[in-house]
């Protein structure tokens, strides 16, 4: 999709989890990129620095959208032509998202070897990365259970437990506030991100921190599964991660309520790292306090090029 259809789906929720929305808006970049006319290296900056940034304010919470358009991006400046830059930035967006998929994969490899026969599963939203965990693991032959919640306001639960019944995997739906009350039969939680920070705080579905709260206070293990370009390389240097709130007619329809009645609906809700047992990734299983390292390791140099960016 070009630039716009893709910020439209994009805010609309058509396009949904972080690295899908990472992929798509790499994917928007390329395409600009491949339909752009003209050779003045000037103007095709000026306009690549408009789509950028529109794609960027589509969903300020999630950093894979903003790791995924400067990865696209990288070393555009540089280029002699406008030419040059296009060809650049269609093989960024390509290695990009291949990358991408194979992150995915690899942390179902990798994660489930977390699961043994007999577990009983709990999962939140609709997390492609902790999917391929509980996808892998059943592939495998072994034999559990998961609870999926609904995952309000949306109900993104709706596509985990259908892809999951679909799989054949013994899945069943609650509402969000029985977390606490199927906790005591839960023996690991696998949950998605959308932003990991620096010091290992995960950024996540709203509900997240919740089911660490539950998890931490029956005693069940709590692994998240991210991708390592969900690290927020601007937290290094003390900037806050943003928190989305979205229309109020999520949760009641317009002439619902008194008019007095004031809504919040946060999109997201951060989760400490103390409640988190660790992170799967493509590179491994890390600890929270892993993440500086993991980040500084990757960017190198290039990492003071993101303050202030």
Known sequence: MDVDSTVNAIKSMEIRGAGRIARAGASALADFAGSYEG??????????????AKILDSRPTAVSLWNGVHATLKGVEG??????????????????????VNAVKTIGEIGAKRIQDGDVILTHCNSSAALSVIKTAFRQGKKFKVYATESRP????????????????????????????VMKNVTKVFVGADTITSHGTLVNKIGTSQL????????????????????????????????????????AKAGELDPRVKIFNPVFDSTPSKYIDG???????????????????????????FIGD
């Open 39 to 52: 050779d003045d290296s000037k103007g095709f900056m000026i306009d690549l620095m408009a789509a950028k």
């Open 154 to 181: 949306w109900r993104q639960g709706i596509l985990t437990v259908n892809d999951l019944a679909k799989e054949g995997v013994d899945i069943t739906l609650i509402i969000d506030s029985a977390v606490r009350s």
């Open 212 to 251: 660490a709260l539950a998890a931490n206070e029956a005693r069940v293990q709590f692994y998240v599964c991210s991708e390592t370009y969900k690290f927020s390389p601007m937290t290094l240097f003390g900037d806050m991660v943003t928190i989305e709130e979205r229309d109020h007619e999520e949760v």
């Open 279 to 305: 992170i799967i990734t493509e590179i491994g299983l890390i600890s929270p306090g892993s993440v500086y390292h993991v980040m500084t390791s990757q960017l190198g140099d290039d990492i003071f090029k």
């Open 79 to 100: 280029c002699g032509s406008v030419e040059d830059a296009k060809r650049l930035i269609i093989a960024n967006a390509e290695r990009f998202n291949e990358g991408s």
